[in-house]
Nanobody, 122 residues
Framework: QVTLVESGGGLVETGGALKLSCAAS????????MGWFRQAPGKERELVAR???????????YYLDSVKGRFTVSRDNSKTTMYLQMNSLKPEDTAVYTC????????????WGLGTQVTVSS
């Protein structure tokens, strides 16, 4: 079982920055993707960024087109923690941000955190 806990959300003005953290505990897969998702009211959940944890690969990452150049996903191996540095925030970034884990051999994210609210005021 894996437990994920997000932190770092809050209220920020347009153009501001926030750094989210997602700490994993428990028995994580040997190789897995850790992703940041977001869901705004009335919209579907979308994958914002993702990073690969695998001994055989460097930090492979993915970003949603709308956040490229503004968001940076990173990881701390010693803490099994993933971060999302969000710069130049826009009102459309307002959402609940949730982290998840999926084994590299799976198509589904099996473990989820409870989420943290990010609100960007205009």
């Amino acid at each position: 079982q894996v437990t994920l806990v997000e932190s770092g959300g809050g209220l920020v003005e347009t153009g501001g920055a926030l750094k989210l953290s997602c700490a994993a505990s428990g028995r994580t897969p040997s190789s897995f993707y850790m992703g940041w998702f977001r869901q705004a009211p009335g919209k579907e959940r979308e994958l914002v960024a993702r990073i690969l944890w695998a001994s055989w690969s460097s930090n492979s990452t993915y970003y949603l087109d709308s956040v490229k150049g503004r968001f940076t996903v990173s990881r701390d191996n010693s803490k099994t923690t993933m971060y999302l540095q969000m710069n130049s925030l826009k009102p459309e970034d307002t959402a609940v941000y949730t982290c998840g884990i999926r084994d590299v051999s799976s198509l589904r994210y099996n473990y989820w955190g409870l989420g943290t609210q990010v609100t960007v005021s205009s």
